[in-house]
């Protein structure tokens, strides 16, 4: 049994860390597409939407019975949350970039914190109101953290910030949803929102001007496979084998990932209060879903 429970444990952080340098790569994809960010997404949901088929087709997924109408009008919602947090988080690169997109969307956990406690009458402890303190110190250090360059720059660079955090609440939004579907297959649920999302966008979506050269399909059909369809089946595999906290440490190197590839394929170095307000803001995520508690606020028969 414990063999079994080892072998689980290997391959689950296997999958859980090639899952999030999948993740972390994906915005080298979008920024090399050379496509609107509507498009890179519509490509990514009609794609992805294609491998999820194959892959819940396989599972047995698709037969009659397994959704109610309920569970499937919450996937609905929930995949609208997370196209509108896609769009949002792509939409960011350009104003803020990759390192620094990637790390404000990284406040989701504190987003969920909130609706958490909205909707689902979840309780705020005084460690989880510490940890979202700190992420909010994180979070000034990086807005003051002005770009060096014009006026403009500034206000570019604050629109990044915007968009980052409005991805990072839409995330929250769809990871709300799916709390309400505990018990339905995840990836029939992400099928769901890929095919919402693809039905979302074709209005809006510009066809007269498709990638010209098979290096741009190559790109957007990789978004679609491996960083939607391929990155799903490993998380969902990993979320499966791990235990909460190893799923939660790992989910740090997303971020860590996004920011090398942004330092080596384009150059970005984060400047000293970037850096500052990266960490706080990775350390404060990481109390959260590690479940830390400062010494201080730990009940005083607990502390040796």
Known sequence: MEAIMSGDIKRGTAEMTAAMLISGTIGWFVVMSGQPVSGVVFWRCLFGALTLLVICGALGLLRPGILTLRAFAVAV??????????????????????????????TQPFMLLVLGALFLGEKITAAKLFWLTLAFAGMMAIVQAKPSGSGDTFESYGLGILMALGAAFFYALAALAAKWLKGTPPHLIALIQVATGMLMLAPITDFSQPPQDAGSWAILVSIGVVHTGLMYVLLYGAIQRLPTHLTGALSFLYPIAAILVD????????????????AIILLAAAGMNLGWTPRWLRPRALQG
């Open 263 to 278: 330092r080596l394929a384009f150059g970005h170095a984060l400047q000293p209060m970037q850096i500052a307000g990266a």
């Open 77 to 106: 919602l929930g995949g609208i949350a997370i196209v509108v947090n896609w769009l949002l988080l792509f939409a960011s690169y350009s104003h803020a970039t990759i390192s620094i997109a990637t790390t404000v969307y990284n």
